[in-house]
């Protein structure tokens, strides 16, 4: 899918967009997020957004000079609500296509479209261990540039290839820990809407 596009029902459901750090077909972070869009349909609606159209970030093209695709992420961000993020582990760190997309949306530093927005974050990993740091280092860069990572227990989906099946995440016990991270994300919308609400 080229971008993101809310349903018609954007002005009652919070709206979310999901990053895969993954261009693979079959991906199991894709099918993470297909399994939270439908978990969720009717309280919040998920769009995962393509990031093989992304190019790779220049300092030379901010601004004006932002190339179509880097504009369209921007306001798909900007228009939504909060992200859900989910990368495998790649050389012990982010994927570059997941972190190339967050280097883009974090310009101009501090007042980007990511300041203040409400992520949850998660990882998956076709062995048992790994994923943990790659979570570590997303949430470090979302720090940077001043997004809210949502508080939940950590969702690290190990051995995940055995916990997808035809597409979706099956494993009861990983797609709690999922489902209780968008949870907290909706919480925190919910209550920075009410704070918001309370200031006009």
């Known amino acids: 899918m080229r971008g993101v596009h809310f349903g018609k029902q954007r002005t009652i459901l919070i709206r979310l967009i999901g990053m ?7 991906s199991y972070s894709n099918a993470v997020l297909e399994t939270l869009r439908e978990k969720f349909a009717g ?4 769009g995962i ?3 093989s159209p ?4 220049n300092q030379d093209l901010e601004g004006e000079k932002r190339p179509e695709p880097v504009k369209a992420l921007l306001h798909a961000i900007a228009e939504s609500d909060g992200l859900v993020l989910c990368a495998p582990e790649f050389n012990h760190s982010i994927p570059g296509v997941l972190k190339n997309a967050l280097d883009w949306a974090s310009r101009p530093a501090f007042t980007s479209v990511m300041a203040y927005k409400p992520v949850a974050v998660m ?8 994923g943990a740091r790659c979570l570590e280092h997303v949430k470090v ?3 940077s540039m001043l997004a809210r990572v949502v508080l939940a227990r950590e969702c690290i989906i190990t051995s995940v290839a055995a916990k997808i099946r035809d597409g979706r995440l099956v494993d009861e016990t990983s ?6 991270a968008v949870e907290a994300l909706l919480h925190e919308i919910r209550l920075w809407r009410t704070a918001e609400a309370q200031k006009r």
């Open 141 to 143: 860069a979302l720090d």
């Open 123 to 130: 990882a998956t990993s076709p062995g048992p261990q790994s």
């Open 175 to 180: 797609l709690g820990f999922a489902c209780g």
């Open 43 to 46: 309280r919040a609606d998920l």
């Open 49 to 51: 957004y393509d990031l």
């Open 54 to 57: 992304i190019p790779l970030y």
């Open 20 to 26: 895969s750090g993954s261009l693979r077909s079959g």
